[in-house]
């Protein structure tokens, strides 16, 4: 009888002993697989792998969680880099466009549907009369350099020409108006406004002058030199 009982709380033993084992075999990589998975869920890094330590199922399991996660860090790395590669297209773009705005010799800038300054190019401050672009910026354009005619009446904004480019929707030019300069001096200028558009829909517009001041002295001097002569055959037949 006390064989038999030590044979049987032997054979306890070892089944317990074995049972262990192999529930830390299934066990633990689960615990493993569940760490992993929480580690890529609270730090968000697709690049960790779990650990396989075995070939069994939990093993597969394991390869196909591993799997996913490479996929998910190939197609992360794919997009980052689609994103760099437009972002430096895009900042190449843009330097292309200032290089191009600082060294033109026209007066250019872009206003909002609010009429205020959104870009402008060292000329337009220049022939304005400003320090830079930058005293421009986020001021209402036609309160700064045409608010009102070579007469010295006012000019309403809703009549204003250059801003009938997005209030109409439509292109505009003349050569027949002033604008002012900081100091509040005017002079005569040619400019043309056009719509700027996107996704169809219009959200301000660019505009463009020129001082043309030279032009209208050398217009003046030609015309007296006309009635000049006008006048020397009208007397002397």
Known sequence: GVIVAFILGLSSLVAFILSSRLQRLISDPIVDLVRTAKIVSVEKDYSVRAVKQSRDEVGTLIDGFNEMLAEIQGRDEKMERTILERTSALQASEERVRLLL??????IYGIDLQGNCTFCNPACARVLGYDGPADLLGKNMHALMHYKRADGTPYPFDECRIYRAFLKNEGTHADNEVLWRK???SFP???WSYPMRRGGEVVG???AFL???KRRRAEQALQEKEESFR????HNP
């Open 231 to 234: 006048f020397l055959f009208v």
């Open 183 to 185: 100091d509040g001096s």
């Open 189 to 191: 200028a040619e400019y």
């Open 205 to 207: 517009a660019v505009a």
């Open 102 to 107: 600082d060294s033109t010799a026209e007066a």
């Open 211 to 213: 001082d043309i001041t």
